[in-house]
């Protein structure tokens, strides 16, 4: 069983910045990361995903550029580092881990069935 914790939403202006943990209970090492968002109204949406050794990462068309994952699995720990931020991005952010093999590929990733466990969110709100 991995329980997955997100933390560092906040509140931050238009063009700020913010980094998001997702740490787990357990050994992350073999589990990719999903990075997920849902705003009120709205579906639940991926925006990036990183493989468990770090060699795979992707992100929606909305955060590419802007948005970097990655994770330290000796901290059992992945990051979300959220620049330029939009108002458009409110929501809340919720980290998920898969133990399937190649989720964060291009013919699985953000497919939400293939995940094992899911964080609780964290709200994340742009606005001046």
């Known amino acids: 069983q991995l329980q997955l914790v997100e933390s560092g939403g906040g509140l931050v202006q238009p063009g700020g910045s913010l980094r998001l943990s997702c740490a787990a209970s357990?050994?992350?090492?073999?589990?990719?990361i999903g990075w997920f968002r849902q705003a009120p109204g709205k579906e639940r949406e991926g925006v990036s995903c990183?493989?468990?050794?770090?060699?795979?990462?992707r992100y929606a068309d909305s955060v590419q550029g802007r948005f970097t994952v990655s994770r330290d699995n000796a901290k059992n720990t992945a990051y979300l580092q959220m620049n330029s931020l939009k108002p458009e991005d409110t929501a809340v952010y919720y980290c998920?881990?898969?133990?399937?093999?190649?989720?964060?590929?291009?013919?699985?990733?953000?497919?939400?069935?293939?995940?094992?466990?899911w964080g609780q969110g964290t709200q994340v709100t742009v606005s001046s």
């Open positions: 998920a881990a898969a133990r399937r093999l190649n989720y964060c590929s291009a013919y699985v990733w953000p497919r939400t069935a293939d995940l094992d466990y």
């Open positions: 357990g050994f992350t090492y073999y589990y990719d």
């Open positions: 990183i493989g468990s050794s770090a060699g795979s990462t």
